[in-house]
Nanobody
Framework: QLQLKESGGNLVHPGGSLMISCTPS????????IGWFRQAPGKEREGVAC????????HYADPVKGRFTISRDNARNTAYLQMDSLKSGDTAVYFC????????????????WGQGTQVTVSS
């Protein structure tokens, strides 16, 4: 079964940092544009960041710009989201998506999704 798996979610204090990862099962990540999304309780899923298949192009949502960094290591078949200066408003389940439609894609219509990993920012 082709799918993604997120990992690394945890409880973090405000101002802290956390890196979460996204790995595929059954396909090579290098041909896919990757997006990170999050969904807080009672809210709609929102885009956080996206990266092209070669890692050279990135885009960030305004709430995380300057605090989060999306990256990928195609040799390790893994994408990452480094989150710094975390705030309570960053608390959510974080999902990754993979899109084969183009080398660069930053929408919501991804081919594969993961189950999500919980990130909680609280003192």
């Amino acid at each position: 079964q082709l799918q993604l798996k997120e990992s690394g979610g945890n409880l973090v204090h405000p101002g802290g940092s956390l890196m979460i990862s996204c790995t595929p099962s059954g396909f090579p990540l290098e041909y896919y544009a990757i997006g990170w999304f999050r969904q807080a309780p009672g809210k709609e899923r929102e885009g956080v960041a996206c990266i092209s298949s070669d890692g050279l192009t990135t885009h960030y949502a305004d709430p995380v710009k300057g605090r989060f960094t999306i990256s990928r290591d195609n040799a390790r078949n893994t994408a990452y989201l480094q989150m710094d200066s975390l705030k309570s408003g960053d608390t959510a389940v974080y999902f990754c998506g993979a899109a084969a439609k183009a080398d660069w894609y930053c929408g919501f219509d991804y081919d594969y999704w993961g189950q999500g990993t919980q990130v909680t920012v609280s003192s």
